[in-house]
């Protein structure tokens, strides 16, 4: 008994987990079981407890298109078709009802039963194209300077020796760009990648800001750019990830240099008054962004100017990879700008002293 406990217990854990749909069906119609994936699919609050009475699926899914697919299959037959149901969401916020794809796979279960299980097409074709999309992007982005380079280097016997110098410096700087380029792919991938996992240790919030600003500081030198630092001691020891930070540190500071021409960048970081939450702004004295593109500012390799953005280094992924680490932080990432005002991006991360 207490093997036969644990595999169902073990089994009830995996179904838990998958992103399709299953519901377990009895001779009536009535729902033995449902997952918490088949549940939110048919915009249920959750699913039906195991026990007690067992509501029939249409109580709880009143879909005509479902019902009828579900009673026009006889018990012992398998049956797979999508259907498109209309739906309101679970709170009723929408005014038009959605229409939904999902597909339904039906299969005897023995005894009676039957399983239906459920999948949302268009999640799926919606992951497969934006797949497909950032592969395009990625591909493109790699292309320009890989370009840009063959055609300097071919150029280089061909060119007067006095122009060498400055043929050499354009295939640095493309080189440095596809550099970036594969850093942020990868900084990107890891974040994105379902196995990463913050490795948080004991670090000094102030010393970080100071090391990647000392990379940094030449190029805002160059601009004339004053930079300003206001760092509580009450984030001098926290435990946070070293990764996450400094890339969320270089792409936010490393963008306000980027994009302010005149002015200041200033760092703030402190603790919330309940000591739970690290906050981290960088604030810049640069154009502002448009409020009609700060929707669209954290989607990868968006770029409000393109040109802008490469000549300065700029891959478009800086954004999205701080938005990815910061939700898998458990945190958010907010911007307060407007055109002409500059621009302020705030960080908040659940911490631990
Ligand atoms: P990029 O590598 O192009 O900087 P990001 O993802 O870091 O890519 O930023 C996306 C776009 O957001 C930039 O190309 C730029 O148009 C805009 N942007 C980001 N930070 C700022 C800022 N501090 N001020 C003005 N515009 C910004």
Sequence with gaps: MRELAEKREAMRRCLEFLQEGVVLLGPRSEVLYMNPAAAGMLRLQSPPPESGQHPVLHSLAPYPELEEFIEGTTPSASRREILSLHMSDAEGEQDQPEQVSLEMTMAAAGMARRLLVIRDVEAAEDVDRKRQDFVANASHELKTPIAALIGLLDLFDLVAEDKREDLLQRAQRNARGLANLADDLLALARAEAGEWQPNPQSLN??????????????????????????????????????FAMRTILQNL????????????????????????????????????????????????????????????????????????????????????????????????????L
């Design 205 to 242: 919030v102030g010393d970080q800001a100071e090391r990647v600003m000392e990379a940094l500081r030449p190029s805002a030198e160059a601009k004339g750019l004053e930079m300003r630092v206001a760092i509580a001691p009450s984030t001098d020891d926290l435990w946070l990830d070293d």
């Design 253 to 352: 500071i490393g963008n306000a240099i980027a994009y302010t021409e005149q002015g200041k960048i200033t760092i703030r970081a402190e603790l919330t008054p309940d000591q739970t939450r690290l906050l981290l702004e960088v604030s810049d004295t640069g154009p502002g962004i448009d409020p009609e593109i700060q929707p669209r500012i954290f989607e990868r390799f968006f770029r409000a100017d393109v040109a802008h953005s490469r000549a300065s280094g700029g891959t478009g992924l800086g954004l999205s990879i701080v938005r990815h680490l910061v939700k898998r932080l458990g945190g958010r990432v907010s911007l307060h700008s407007e055109p002409g005002q500059g621009s302020t991006f705030r960080v908040e991360l659940p911490c631990r």
